[in-house]
């Protein structure tokens, strides 16, 4: 659902379980390995599966009742999915 950067490490949160996946991994790597039309990133420390994005605020993205902050340089990406400019 959502992927957060952690320095070296990477934080994978999917849909099938509660318990997050932790692996050493830059956020740039996984972000150039990931579908660009399924995936998206929307701060230095978050990508997001777009199909779970439930709500998008003008500096914020929810999956569910998770709220992740948007970036100012990601901000166009995010609004671009709404067709706000």
Known sequence: MWIEGLKDYIKIHLKS???AVITRMGM??????LPASKFLRIHKSYIIAIESITAIRKS????GTMELPVGESYRDAVNALTGKN
């Open 17 to 19: 379980t509660s318990k």
């Open 28 to 33: 740039k790597v996984i972000e150039d390995q």
């Open 60 to 63: 914020s993205v929810f999956i």
